[in-house]
């Protein structure tokens, strides 16, 4: 991933607290990260994705290009309808996740931060003889997300995903004071994360590593769509669902409250009946402190760990629940 040094002018609003990687640029926090939480369950106020990655695709063969490249179904994909694909290696394993809307003139997508250069070299090494542009328009635009449940309106979006979870606004970037200000509160990226978690959705280069793929994760439906086949990894694909079963997979948990620091991403998780010497079985994703369910976490272990086994993530105590089941 690349670095990414744009820092939100959102950063400036009281209280705010700079994130750290890979959410650097934006704020964490505000100030109260269990009421900025509370506020977008309730669907109120937005967070500052601005720091996300912006990529546009123009051109009268953009939709059934993509299609040959993307593991979701986009061919057709109606004006206006919220979809998620991936690019995969030619062994399948995850390189690259898409939020993707297309509004009938101009696909749009929003990607991790620092993914984004590689993300466009990829496509333009694709391009051929097909009519298409892509362009990096992150300077131009930046995401905001709006909760599930909100009733604002934005007259100055350039796009609008709608998804079950809320709406990822692409803004004019020079909008994003005036939005701040009609649109509060803000709520900071470790609320989202929160929510995040608890949604158990998977993101892009915390829940994957270099050899995940999709059926680990989850993604199968929601980014990989099995009827479709021509695309980068599709045979990985279809020999692990007809075939096989991967070798890990997602997991949600509750940590012991009781421990003042979460575990952090990458923390080797064991089964608690082996103690600390234990054998690893997996690691730590995302962890996260919910305003209602308290310490949670996304992890990915072994596929073959009983779903009754109580673990241990660094001396803390964790129950699973089932997200991708065995």
Same mark, same amino acid.
């Given at each position: ?19 750290? *990687?890979?959410? %650097? ?13 509370r ?13 996300r ?30 979809? %998620?694909?991936?690019?995969?290696? !030619? ?63 934005? !007259?100055e *979006? ?13 803004? !004019?970037r020079?909008?994003? %004071? ?18 995040r978690?608890?949604?158990?959705? !998977? ?6 590593d ?39 997979? #997602? ?28 054998r ?17 976490? #996304? ?28």
């Open positions: 991933m690349q670095p990414h040094h744009r820092a939100s002018p959102l950063l400036a609003l009281p209280g705010a607290v700079a994130g750290e *990687a890979p959410d %650097e640029g934006v704020a964490a926090h505000y100030g109260d990260l269990f009421r900025e939480q506020a977008l369950a309730d669907g109120i106020g937005f967070a500052d994705l601005s720091h990655g912006v990529v546009t695709v123009t051109g009268d063969d953009r939709l059934s290009w993509l299609h040959l490249l993307l593991t979701q179904h986009v061919s057709e994909l109606p004006a206006g309808r919220a979809t %998620e694909a991936l690019i995969l290696s !030619p062994h399948g394993h995850i390189e690259h996740a898409l939020y993707i809307v297309d509004d009938g003139e101009t696909t749009w997508a929003h990607v991790e931060p620092g993914t984004g250069g590689d993300l466009i070299a990829y496509l333009e090494s694709m391009k051929f003889f097909y009519r298409v542009e892509v362009k990096d328009a992150t300077d131009d635009y930046a995401i905001v997300h709006l909760p599930a449940g909100s009733i604002a309106e934005i !007259p *979006a350039a796009a609008v995903r709608e998804t079950p979870h809320g709406r990822d606004v692409f803004l !004019p020079a909008r994003l %004071e005036s939005f701040a200000e009609t649109h509060g509160p803000a709520a900071g990226t470790l609320a989202v994360e929160a929510l978690v608890e949604a158990h959705q !998977p993101r892009l280069g915390l829940e994957t270099h050899r995940t793929i999709p059926h680990e994760l989850g993604w199968i439906g929601s980014a990989v769509h099995l009827e479709k086949g021509c695309y980068r990894g599709q045979e990985t694909v279809a020999r692990v669902h007809n075939l096989g079963k991967p070798p890990r997979r #997602l997991v949600f948990l509750h940590l012991d409250g009781s421990e003042v620091e979460l575990p952090g991403h990458g923390t080797p998780i064991r089964l608690a009946a082996d103690g600390e010497d234990g690893q079985l997996g690691f730590i994703t995302t962890s996260a402190r919910h305003h209602e369910l308290g310490p949670i976490a #996304l992890a990915l272990v072994k596929r073959n760990i009983p779903l009754d086994a109580a673990l241990l993530a660094d001396g803390t105590a964790a129950s699973q629940e089932v997200v991708v089941e065995p």
